[in-house]
């Protein structure tokens, strides 16, 4: 599987503030996706980070808030826009889509965000 | 609202013993399922996937599939304490591939 690395790994952020977090991997992949993790909770679906056009978002979850950025094939970002204390979580992309298992993901180590 | 269901434990079971967790779907047209561990702290790691109707096994692990039940199970063998973590059901959206939701995720605790 793929080597997929985060940062930050996590970060303390005042409310109103923004933080990219940067998400790469070792190898070419064709889906990527981000996620958050709230406290005691399991994973929601943010996003869809589509290579070469906008990310496709879940409901709930709206451009304006988490812009996310995909420049190729191996790298994207997500931005959490003017924090809010409701926005510490744990936010995890995955990448999927290669080889035989088209439906596998894979999961970065995440980013753990505290907004005060 | 497409949706898995497990149930979130925690399930306490001796070293050494099967641990069995379950997991329902709620959508006929899912294909792809699979088993993550999360240890505290950590992010998700798959450890299994499965796709037919049956049983799969990979080392101390067993994932059985029933899709006119829409069911899906883990089975630990052996159980070690280091299998004490959250294990997470996902399930692709039989109507877009690459997607997958989770479960809320089972707590699975082997006492020594």
């Known amino acids: 599987s793929a080597v997929i690395s985060q940062k930050p790994s996590r970060d303390i952020c005042q409310r109103g503030t923004s933080l990219t977090i940067q998400c790469q991997v070792d190898?070419?992949?064709?889906?990527m996706f981000w996620y958050r993790q709230q406290p005691g909770q399991s994973l929601t679906l943010i996003a869809t980070?589509?290579?070469?056009?906008?990310?496709?978002?879940e409901s709930g979850f709206v451009i304006d808030k988490f812009p996310i950025s995909r420049p190729n094939l191996t790298f994207s970002t997500l931005t959490v826009s003017n924090m809010s204390p409701e926005d510490s979580s744990i936010y995890l992309c995955?990448?999927?889509?290669?080889?035989?298992?088209?439906?596998?993901?894979?999961f970065g180590p995440g980013t753990r965000l505290t907004v005060l | 609202q497409k949706e898995v269901e497990q149930n979130s434990g925690p399930l306490s079971v001796p070293e050494g013993a099967i641990a069995s967790l379950n997991c329902t779907y709620s959508?006929?047209?899912?294909?792809?399922f699979f088993w993550y561990r999360q240890y505290s702290g950590k992010s998700p790691e798959l450890i299994m996937f499965?796709?037919?109707?049956g049983d799969k096994e990979d080392g101390r692990f067993t994932a059985q599939l029933n899709k006119a039940s829409q069911y899906v199970s883990l089975l630990i063998r052996d159980s070690q304490p280091s299998d004490s973590a959250t294990y997470l059901c996902?399930?692709?959206?039989?109507?877009?591939?690459?997607?997958?939701?989770f479960g809320s995720g089972t707590r699975l605790s082997i006492r020594p």
């Open positions: 995955s990448v999927g889509g290669g080889g035989v298992d088209t439906d596998t993901q894979y």
């Open positions: 190898s070419q992949v064709t889906m």
């Open positions: 980070a589509n290579q070469g056009s906008e990310a496709t978002y």
């Open positions: 959508d006929r047209g899912s294909q792809s």
């Open positions: 499965i796709y037919s109707n």
């Open positions: 996902a399930v692709n959206m039989g109507s877009s591939a690459s997607k997958i939701i």
